[in-house]
């Protein structure tokens, strides 16, 4: 079985073309194909899955069959109620009603009818203290054996810096490494855990079902005729009767950033992500929504973390958790609950100093101390190793000084937090204080696994920065997923799905793997759609 053709081998005409090989296209495929549409995905990037197989490949959704076979409690109107709470009225009735619907038929789809093996994480909702929070809505991908399809090892996008374990695996260890063993014997073998394994499943389905796919295929030109759509790829064209734009965000399109983000961001997801489907789009005539939107995280940027190429980053949320590190800006001060869900902390380093009208944490850093260093791993450098990237220095004040950080509030602030730390209540930000916050922490220190003293010198600094898992804002689309111009009129025949459209959720982060319950449930809808047409 041939995983990906050659552009050669494209014929002029399908059913329905999709622009992007992630998840939210992906599905629109597989749901097109079942239902015998004739379809082909074109992947700008030379290997597939986008962003959704450089991830952690879990999917929010509640409420669904697969929470309640693993006990599980939940309900549509738990999860109305704690969707109501979380967007404060920019998600209407409408919406909600239609995502929890959408969402949990998803679930089923994919259970029922393609290779994704989806299983219930125990893991808190991100604001358990809103109404209707719940634990176990966040879905996980059992590890997936890519040699049960030939080739499709080569052609997925390799993993970032996650180690080939799934969510599960990951959160059992609480902070300790992963079985060696273990490891190598996933790489050998060509097993793929999280996104790899979601993306590598829906690929596979995919060419059981016929899909054409081409890789190294960027779409130039989107043009729209009586009978649909011609598809511009290099020098070649196809036409289709409807066609899917699921290309990812814009978040490594520095011009795109500056017009439309509201501070700067270092994006960690795959580079290709340049917001062709938004050109596209509006080029076509769309209209466009949330566009300051974003899947935020704190991120550290070692100068060794490259990928595809390009200088990236790390998610840094485990990081700033874990007992024995805290974060201050500039002025040496803390300025957030460090174990907060990684999405609302990234909002954070946008927050303007009204003495200064500068950013007051556009410069912050992790700061630990040795206990830290030789205990946790940070950004993927070992416990107990001492990088050329990391500043130390044996006193607080010298860290300080090297860093261009406020020597002496920064000695009042780690002195301050010291002593709620052996208290084990942090009475600034309440860090610790919640299930969520202390899901990461470590269960081993007491009384609070988010809080210890930094005490031991030396001490280190590491730079923490603003960063995304891509764009939220996008392409605005009604629940069927088409497209919508500026009098809310459907563009015939063109949908949307994934980063390239607009946040179902309106810039709210209700749970881990909100990014792709809505990347997945948009594309199940679209595929849904297409499915209901000749």
Not at 32 to 61: C, N, P
Not at 275 to 290: F, I, K, N, P, Q
Request: charged fraction near 20%.
């Amino acid at each position: 079985m041939t995983v990906t053709v050659p552009l050669d081998e494209v014929e002029a005409f399908y059913d329905v073309v999709v622009v992007g090989s992630g998840a939210s296209g992906l599905v629109a495929a597989v749901r097109a194909a079942h239902a015998g549409h004739r379809v082909l995905v074109l992947e700008k990037a030379e290997r597939l899955g986008g962003t959704s197989a450089a991830g952690g490949g879990v999917m929010w959704a509640p409420d669904n069959h697969l929470m309640r076979a693993a006990g599980h409690a939940d309900s549509a109107e738990a999860a109305a109620a704690y969707l109501r709470a979380g967007t404060e009225g920019r998600m209407p009735e409408t919406e909600i009603d239609w995502y929890l619907r959408t969402s949990r038929a998803a679930v089923r789809y994919l259970d029922e009818h393609t290779r994704v093996a989806y299983r219930p994480l125990a893991r808190p909702d991100y604001h358990p203290e809103w109404p209707g929070a719940a634990t176990g809505r966040g879905l996980d991908n059992a590890a997936f054996d890519t040699a049960t399809c030939p080739g499709l090892a080569e052609a997925l996008r390799p993993p970032t810096y996650f180690p080939l374990l799934t969510m599960a695996e990951r959160d059992t260890l609480q902070g300790a490494p992963a079985d060696p063993q273990l490891l190598a014997d996933r790489v050998q073998s060509g097993v793929r855990t999280m996104g790899g394994a979601l993306v590598g499943a829906l690929v596979a389905t995919a060419l059981e079902r016929g899909v054409r796919i081409v890789a190294g295929a960027p779409v130039t030109s989107l043009d729209h005729a009586e009978d649909g759509w011609t598809v511009g790829v290099a020098d070649r064209a196809a036409r289709a009767r409807q066609v899917v734009l699921a290309s990812g965000g814009f978040e490594w399109n520095e011009r795109l950033r500056a017009a439309y983000l509201p501070f700067p961001v270092r994006p960690i997801s795959a580079p290709s992500n340049e917001g062709d489907g938004l050109r596209l789009g509006l080029g076509a005539g769309a209209s466009v929504a949330d566009m300051t939107a974003v899947w935020g995280v704190p991120v550290i940027c070692a100068p060794t973390q490259v990928y595809d190429g390009v200088r990236s980053g790390r998610m840094g949320n485990v990081e700033l958790t874990l007992p024995g590190s805290l974060a201050v800006n500039e002025a040496g001060e803390r300025f957030v609950n460090e174990a907060a869900n990684y999405h609302d902390l990234n909002r954070v380093f946008g927050t303007t100093d009204p003495r200064t009208g500068r950013r007051a944490n556009a410069a912050a850093w992790l700061v630990f101390d040795q206990a830290y260093r030789d205990r946790y791993a940070v950004a993927g450098s070992p416990p107990g190793t001492v990088e050329p990237w990391m500043t130390h220095a044996d006193t607080l004040a010298e860290l300080a000084a090297s860093c261009g950080i406020d020597a002496e509030q920064i000695v009042v602030t780690v002195g301050e937090f010291n002593e709620d730390a052996r208290r084990g209540t942090d009475h600034r930000f309440g860090r610790g204080s919640s299930v969520t916050d202390r899901h990461l922490g470590d269960p081993t220190i007491t009384p609070n696994p988010c809080l210890a003293p930094l005490d031991k010198g030396p001490y280190y600094a590491v730079p923490i920065h603003a960063g995304v898992l891509g764009t939220a804002g996008g392409l605005r689309t009604d629940g069927h997923g088409r497209v919508l111009d500026h009098q809310d009129t459907p563009l015939p025949g063109l949908y949307a799905a994934g980063n390239c459209s607009a946040t179902v959720f309106h810039d709210a982060y209700p749970g881990g793997g909100a990014t792709l319950g809505s990347a997945i449930t948009r594309g199940f809808a679209v595929g849904e759609h297409l499915a209901s047409v000749d």
